[in-house]
C-alpha cells in the first residue's frame, strides 16, 4: 500500500484551559478514499481537524501529508492549506462576502491567481455544488442546504486533493441531505478524498470506505467500512450501537429466513437487504382457497 496521502502519528494537544483535544492520536487517510470519522460530542473530532490542515499544531507527535511533515511556517501552510480543505459545521463561520461568486472567489484570488483562472475555477466549483444560478444572490438571502453547498464550493476552487468535512448533514431535511450526498459522491468520482465527521453509524456504514472511531481524544480503530459487523465490541467501547442493518440481518439469519453461509458480504444498506431477501428461495405458500 502506497503511503497515506494525511497520516497523524501520536499527536497530542491540550487547550490553554487544560482541556485534552487529542491524546496520542494517530490517524491515517489514504488518498482517493472515502472516510468517515464517528464519536461522541467531545471525543475530539473537531480537533483532529483543525490538525489536518494545520489550524492548530501539535504539542508532540507528528502530522504529515503525502509522505512530508507539516511546514508550519507561512509558505508551507500557504502549500497545505490549497491542498487540505476544511467545510465547518456552521456555514456562517465560512462565509464572509456579499454575493455567493465573491465568497467562491475569495480562495482562488488569495492563491495570486490571474482573474480568467479564478473565473473558470468558480464556475466549475459552482457546477459542481449545483449552485451556478445562484452565483450572483446574496450570501445571507441562501437557505442553510445552500450555504453550505457554497462553503464546499469555495474550498472546491481552491482544488484541494483532500476535503474535510465537519458533520455536512447537521441542520439539513432528508432531502438537502440526499442532494448533498450526491455532491460528495461527484467530488469522489473525480479523485478528491474525503473525510467526513458524523454522528450517524448508518450512514457511515453505508457511505464510506473506512470507517474511523474516535473516543478521548483517541482514534480507538480504523476499520473497513464492510467489516464493520465483525467489529461490535469496538463500536460498543466508545458508546455506539451497531448499524440497524446489521441488526436486522443477524435477526434473519437467526431466523432461518436467510442462509446460514451467505453467498456475499453482509448488507450495507436496507435496498441491499431487501434484494438479498428477494434472491433468497423460499418455499411458496399454497393460495387460499375460497368456499
Given at each position: 500500500m502506497s503511503a497515506?496521502?494525511l497520516?497523524?502519528s501520536q499527536?497530542?494537544y491540550?487547550?490553554?484551559d487544560?482541556s485534552?483535544g487529542l491524546k496520542?492520536?494517530?490517524?491515517?487517510?489514504q488518498r482517493?478514499?472515502?472516510?468517515v470519522l464517528?464519536g461522541?460530542?467531545?471525543?475530539g473530532?473537531t480537533t483532529l481537524?483543525?490538525?489536518?490542515?494545520a489550524?492548530l499544531?501539535p504539542q508532540?507527535?507528528a502530522?504529515?501529508?503525502?509522505?512530508s511533515?507539516?511546514?508550519?511556517?507561512?509558505?508551507?501552510?500557504h502549500?497545505l492549506?490549497?491542498?487540505?480543505?476544511?467545510?465547518?459545521?456552521?456555514p456562517?463561520?465560512?462565509l464572509f462576502?456579499a454575493?455567493?461568486?465573491?465568497?467562491?472567489?475569495?480562495?482562488?484570488?488569495?492563491?495570486?491567481l490571474?482573474?480568467?483562472?479564478?473565473r473558470q475555477?468558480?464556475?466549475?466549483a459552482?457546477?459542481?455544488?449545483?449552485m451556478?444560478?445562484?452565483?450572483?444572490?446574496a450570501?445571507h438571502?441562501l437557505?442553510?442546504?445552500?450555504?453550505?453547498?457554497?462553503?464546499?464550493?469555495g474550498?472546491?476552487?481552491?482544488?484541494?486533493?483532500?476535503l474535510?468535512?465537519?458533520?455536512p448533514?447537521?441542520?439539513?431535511?432528508?432531502?438537502?441531505?440526499?442532494?448533498?450526498?450526491?455532491v460528495?459522491?461527484?467530488l469522489?468520482e473525480?479523485?478528491?478524498t474525503?473525510?467526513?465527521?458524523t454522528?450517524d453509524i448508518?450512514?457511515?456504514?453505508?457511505?464510506a470506505?473506512?470507517?474511523?472511531?474516535?473516543?478521548?481524544?483517541?482514534?480507538t480503530?480504523?476499520?473497513n467500512?464492510q467489516?464493520l459487523?465483525?467489529?461490535s465490541?469496538?463500536?460498543?467501547?466508545?458508546?455506539l450501537p451497531?448499524?440497524e442493518?446489521?441488526?436486522?440481518?443477524?435477526?434473519?439469519?437467526?431466523r432461518?429466513l436467510l442462509p446460514?453461509?451467505?453467498?456475499?458480504?453482509?448488507?450495507?444498506?436496507?435496498?441491499?437487504?431487501?434484494?438479498?431477501l428477494?434472491?433468497t428461495n423460499?418455499?411458496?405458500?399454497?393460495p387460499?382457497?375460497?368456499?
Amino acid at each position: 500500500m502506497s503511503a497515506p496521502l494525511l497520516e497523524l502519528s501520536q499527536v497530542s494537544y491540550r487547550y490553554p484551559d487544560g482541556s485534552v483535544g487529542l491524546k496520542d492520536c494517530s490517524l491515517a487517510i489514504q488518498r482517493g478514499s472515502r472516510n468517515v470519522l464517528i464519536g461522541a460530542n467531545g471525543s475530539g473530532k473537531t480537533t483532529l481537524f483543525q490538525h489536518c490542515n494545520a489550524l492548530l499544531r501539535p504539542q508532540s507527535g507528528a502530522v504529515r501529508y503525502a509522505g512530508s511533515a507539516v511546514d508550519y511556517r507561512r509558505a508551507g501552510l500557504h502549500e497545505l492549506r490549497s491542498k487540505v480543505g476544511m467545510v465547518f459545521q456552521n456555514p456562517d463561520r465560512q462565509l464572509f462576502s456579499a454575493s455567493v461568486q465573491e465568497d467562491v472567489s475569495f480562495g482562488p484570488l488569495n492563491l495570486g491567481l490571474d482573474m480568467a483562472t479564478v473565473r473558470q475555477r468558480v464556475a466549475g466549483a459552482l457546477q459542481a455544488v449545483g449552485m451556478q444560478a445562484q452565483a450572483d444572490k446574496a450570501v445571507h438571502n441562501l437557505s442553510f442546504g445552500q450555504k453550505k453547498r457554497v462553503c464546499i464550493a469555495g474550498v472546491l476552487a481552491m482544488e484541494p486533493e483532500l476535503l474535510i468535512l465537519d458533520e455536512p448533514m447537521a441542520g439539513l431535511d432528508y432531502a438537502m441531505q440526499t442532494d448533498l450526498l450526491t455532491v460528495l459522491d461527484g467530488l469522489h468520482e473525480r479523485g478528491i478524498t474525503l473525510l467526513v465527521a458524523t454522528h450517524d453509524i448508518d450512514f457511515a456504514y453505508r457511505w464510506a470506505e473506512r470507517i474511523h472511531l474516535m473516543a478521548d481524544g483517541r482514534c480507538t480503530a480504523s476499520l473497513n467500512a464492510q467489516e464493520l459487523g465483525d467489529h461490535s465490541q469496538a463500536l460498543a467501547d466508545i458508546g455506539l450501537p451497531q448499524p440497524e442493518v446489521i441488526s436486522l440481518y443477524r435477526g434473519l439469519l437467526a431466523r432461518g429466513l436467510l442462509p446460514a453461509v451467505p453467498a456475499g458480504p453482509a448488507p450495507r444498506c436496507a435496498a441491499s437487504l431487501l434484494a438479498m431477501l428477494a434472491a433468497t428461495n423460499h418455499p411458496k405458500e399454497s393460495p387460499c382457497k375460497i368456499a
